[in-house]
């Protein structure tokens, strides 16, 4: 399956923004679609997670109460809401795509960049 992420962009402390990921095919029950990002001298973090099926949702602290994920089964798409941005939210944002009971995940996208300002 390819991830495509999209929706990234430049925006002011306190701003909002949605990133889409869109996948080639269907997502089959079973998965779990999360949302990573990576800042420039940083490690990947964690940002939040969805289950296909279920729809539990899981987030990073640094995001809780600001960042709400969301999917649409039908258009095997996942959304990422973001509000009340940060600078130090400013990053790389990366989808990616793993079975419920593994950790390692499956596929990626290639990113779409986050910058906000102060």
């Known amino acids: 399956v390819q991830l495509v992420e999209s929706g990234g962009g430049s925006v002011q402390a306190g701003g909002s923004l949605r990133l889409s990921c869109a996948a080639s095919g269907r997502i089959l029950p079973g998965n779990v679609l999360s949302w990573y990002r990576q800042a420039p001298g940083k490690e990947r973090e964690f940002v939040a997670s969805i289950a296909w099926s279920s729809g539990h949702t899981e987030y990073g602290l640094s995001v809780q109460g600001r960042f709400t994920i969301s999917k649409n089964n039908d258009k095997n798409m996942m959304f990422l809401e973001m509000n009340s941005l940060k600078p130090e939210d400013t990053a790389t944002y990366y989808c990616?795509?793993?079975?419920?009971?593994?950790?390692?995940?499956?596929?990626w996208g290639k990113g779409t960049l986050v910058t906000v300002s102060s």
């Open positions: 990616g795509r793993r079975l419920v009971y593994v950790t390692d995940y499956a596929d």
